[in-house]
């Protein structure tokens, strides 16, 4: 997450409430490095969406539950 560049739009906490909330100015992640396939998917449609690019998705950082 680059808080620098998050402009506070919410996308991402609307797609994945579980996974993103609103700090002070920017969204946070609180997903934490070990996540389901469905909150990877989830995740990267974030980082997709973002309309500025904000989220990085670094799969070696994850670790897999099914
Ligand atoms: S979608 Fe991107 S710009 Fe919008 S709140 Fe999330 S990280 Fe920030």
């Known amino acids: 997450m680059n808080t620098r560049r998050c ?7 609307d797609i994945a409430p579980g ?26 449609i974030c980082a997709i969406t973002c309309p500025s690019r904000a989220i ?3 799969v070696d950082a994850f670790s897999y539950c099914s």
């Open 19 to 44: 996974l993103f909330r609103l700090g002070k100015a920017h969204s946070e992640y609180i997903g934490g490095s070990i996540v389901s396939d469905e909150d990877l998917r989830d995740i990267r």
């Open 7 to 13: 402009i506070g739009c919410g996308g991402c906490m």
């Open 56 to 58: 990085t998705v670094l």
